[in-house]
């Protein structure tokens, strides 16, 4: 990772606290690893969803993917998007609700279709640029996470009940889908 070489300018670390550490992403409390793993988890689908030829594997692929983005946006809006309130501006947690909403209607779209349909490979290639901007909102620089990163929730603790939270709507939601 790039951040590594940003990171050994460590001196001023220990003395004081210095206002604005960098963020250099190779210290993330458990909350914030756990939801970037899932970004680039659902990145990786979106990327392979490109390379597949034949319907049944696409609707298999996307299947997984939106099991794991309504998974993914389900935790953040019950655990990190409200505990956030105060920490982060309210403007990027209203935008990222928002966000979460379009993808959501995507979603449903697509999943109301057959692969082979006009327009399908549209939404979905749509759908994924659509959650790249938003984790982009939600990882970069000043951005979501790192604003939640500075403020004072424990963010370790929120990790386990991401993490729990996480499991339990899969096991939930992947039993719904299996029609
Ligand atoms: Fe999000
Ligand atoms: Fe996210």
């Not at 220990?14 to 659902?42: M, N, Y």
């Not at 999943?111 to 959650?131: N, R």
Request: net charge negative; no cysteine.
């Amino acid at each position: 990772m790039a951040a590594a070489a940003k990171s050994s300018s460590a001196k001023s670390k220990s003395a004081k606290p210095r206002k604005a550490t960098r963020r250099t992403g190779t210290r993330d409390p458990l909350a914030i690893r756990l939801l970037k793993q899932d970004h680039r988890e659902v990145e990786k689908m979106f990327d392979e969803y490109e390379q597949l030829e034949s319907d049944s594997e696409k609707q298999a692929l996307f299947d997984k993917i939106a099991l794991a983005l309504k998974v993914h946006t389900r935790i953040e809006e019950e655990i990190l998007y409200p505990e956030s309130r105060g920490e982060v501006e309210d403007d990027l947690i209203d935008e990222a609700y928002v966000e979460h909403d379009g993808a959501k209607k995507l979603i449903a779209e697509i999943e109301a279709m057959k692969p082979g349909q006009e327009f399908y490979d549209a939404k979905v290639k749509v759908l994924g640029e659509y959650i790249k901007h938003h984790v982009k909102e939600e990882e970069q620089p000043g951005g979501f996470f790192a604003q939640a990163k500075k403020g004072d929730e424990d963010l370790e603790a929120m990790g386990e009940r991401l993490k729990a939270r996480k499991e339990e709507l899969m096991t939930q939601m992947a039993g719904k889908a299996a029609h």
